[in-house]
C-alpha cells in the first residue's frame, strides 16, 4: 500500500535503524505466536520500549496491567491522532507502513487477549481510509485478522478503523475513549486507568502507530537487540518530524541520544535562533543548550521539531501556541480553561513594554499552578513554552536599545 496524500510529500528515501529497516511481512507476529502470550509481554517489558505518543509510558508494563484484567472483553486501540503541531511521522506510517503497524496491534491483541481493535484517527487524515480499509481485507483474506490467526485455535481478533473530527483533546487517550464510545470527547479523571476500565469500561491498552510499528521489530529481532540501541535509558530509536527553518525537513529517524546540534546538522539548519522539541507542548531550547539531546532522560518528544531562526520573535511563537491551546481546550477544568487566556494577555503586554516584574512573577505562579492543577496533559503542559522562553526574552531585551522593550521585564 503506498497512499500519496496529494498536497503532502513524504520525503522519498529513508533509512534507520528501527523502524525503517528491513523486517519480513509478518516476521513479528510469527515470533510472538511461537511463544505463550505472558512471553510476549515479558519480551516487550525487556526491551524497554516506551510509548512513542509523547508521554513515555512503559509499553511492556501497560501490556501487563491489561493482560492481568480477568475479563472477557478487551481492546487494543492504535492513537492515530496526530495532531501535536509540527508532528507528522506517523502520516508516514499511516501511508507507507501500515502492514507493519497494524501488525504490532495484532501482537498486541495476542499478549493481552483482546478480540477487537479500533484505529482511531485524525479527521485530517481521512483521505487515508480507504487504502487502510484494503489493507485490513488483505489481512483478514491471508487469515491475520478474523479467527483462529496464524492457526493459533481460539485467537480471534479484528481491526477497525474510527474517524475522529479533527480535535487535539481526542489525542489524549481518555478523551480518545470517549470518542470512540460516541461522546464528546473529554478527558476522564484517572484512576481508574484504561488498561482496567478503558472502552464501554472494559481493559483498553491505547499505543501509539509509532509504538505498535516497533513491538513488530523487538517480536521479529529480540528485547536485546532492540536496546543496544539508543542509551541506556532510552532504547530504540525515535521518528523526528523535523520542520520550520531549515534546507532538509521532514520525517526522520535517529537513535536516542542523538544532539540538537546533530539535528541541526542532518536537516541542513543554519543561523538557528532555538528549536521547539516536542510541539506546542513541549519546550523551547536555546542555542546555549543545543548539545542537549534526544532521550527520556533529558529532552523527551513525541517526535515533533520545529527549528526557529535568527529573525523568528519567541514571543509571536509563544502566542501562537497559546492561541492554539485556548481553541483546543476542553473547557471542563478551571485552570486550563481560565488560565491560558491570562497567559495570552501577558504575553501581548510583554510584547508590547507593559508587563513588569512583579506581574510576569504572578504570571510564572501560574504557570505552574496550570501545570499542576490541570486535568490533563494539554493544562499542564501548555504554560512550558512561555516558561522557557522567558529568559532568553528577558536577556534579548536586555541587550536590544529599544527602551520600550528593555521596561518590557523592568517596568
Ligand atoms: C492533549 C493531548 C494530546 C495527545 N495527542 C496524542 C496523539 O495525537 N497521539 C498519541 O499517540 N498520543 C497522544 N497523546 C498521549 C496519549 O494520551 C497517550 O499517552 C498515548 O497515546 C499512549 O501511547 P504510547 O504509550 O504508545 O505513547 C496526547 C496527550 C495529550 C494530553
Not at 99 to 105: D, H, V
Not at 241 to 266: F, N, Q, T
Amino acid at each position: 500500500m503506498n497512499v500519496k496524500d496529494k498536497k503532502i510529500e513524504n520525503t522519498p528515501k529513508r533509512q534507520g535503524l528501527v523502524i525503517f529497516s528491513e523486517i519480513e511481512k509478518g516476521a513479528g507476529l510469527e515470533g510472538a505466536l511461537k511463544i505463550k502470550s505472558e512471553q510476549v509481554v515479558a519480551e516487550i517489558s525487556a526491551s524497554n520500549l516506551k510509548g512513542r505518543g509523547g508521554a513515555g509510558f512503559p509499553t511492556g508494563l501497560k501490556w501487563k496491567f491489561a493482560a492481568q484484567e480477568k475479563d472477557e472483553q478487551k481492546y487494543v486501540v492504535c492513537n492515530a491522532d496526530e495532531g501535536e503541531p509540527g508532528t507528522f511521522k506517523d502520516r508516514v506510517l499511516l501511508s507507507e507502513y501500515a502492514p507493519l503497524f497494524l501488525e504490532g496491534m495484532i501482537i498486541a491483541a495476542y499478549a493481552i487477549g483482546a478480540a477487537q481493535g479500533f484505529v482511531y484517527l485524525r479527521g485530517e487524515y481521512k483521505s487515508f481510509v480507504p487504502a487502510l480499509e484494503d489493507e485490513l481485507k488483505e489481512m483478514r483474506k491471508n487469515s491475520l485478522l478474523g479467527e483462529n490467526i496464524g492457526g493459533k485455535k481460539g485467537f480471534n481478533f479484528d481491526i477497525e478503523v474510527r474517524l475522529g473530527a479533527g480535535a487535539y483533546i481526542c489525542g489524549e487517550e481518555t478523551a480518545l475513549i470517549e470518542s470512540l464510545e460516541g461522546n464528546r470527547g473529554e478527558p476522564r479523571n484517572r484512576p481508574p486507568f484504561p488498561v482496567n476500565t478503558g472502552y464501554n469500561g472494559h481493559p483498553t491498552i491505547v499505543n501509539n502507530v509509532e509504538t505498535f510499528a516497533a513491538v513488530v521489530h523487538i517480536a521479529a529481532k529480540g528485547a536485546d537487540w532492540f536496546k543496544a540501541i539508543g542509551t541506556e535509558k532510552s532504547a530504540g530509536t525515535k521518528l523526528l518530524s523535523i520542520s520550520g527553518d531549515c534546507g532538509k525537513p521532514g520525517v526522520y529517524e535517529a537513535a536516542y541520544g542523538i544532539s540538537i546540534k546533530e539535528i541541526l546538522k542532518m536537516a541542513d539548519a543554519k543561523n538557528v535562533k532555538a528549536v521547539q522539541v516536542g510541539g506546542a507542548s513541549g519546550i523551547c531550547v536555546p542555542k546555549s543548550q543545543f548539545s542537549r539531546t534526544i532521550a527520556y532522560e533529558d529532552l523527551s518528544t513525541g517526535g515533533s521539531i520545529i527549528i526557529f531562526g535568527q529573525k523568528r520573535n519567541l514571543l509571536d511563537v509563544v502566542e501562537n501556541f497559546l492561541e492554539f491551546f485556548e481553541e483546543e481546550s476542553c473547557g471542563q477544568c478551571t485552570p486550563c480553561r481560565e488560565g491560558i487566556p491570562v497567559l495570552i494577555e501577558a504575553v501581548k503586554m510583554l510584547k508590547k513594554g507593559e508587563c513588569g516584574k512583579e506581574y510576569l512573577k504572578d504570571i510564572l505562579s501560574l504557570c505552574e499552578t496550570m501545570q499542576l492543577a490541570s486535568k490533563c496533559g494539554l493544562g499542564q503542559s501548555c504554560p512550558n513554552t512561555f516558561i522557557s522562553i522567558i529568559d532568553d526574552v528577558k536577556q534579548e531585551y536586555a541587550l536590544s536599545k529599544d527602551s520600550k522593550q528593555e521596561k518590557a521585564f523592568n517596568g
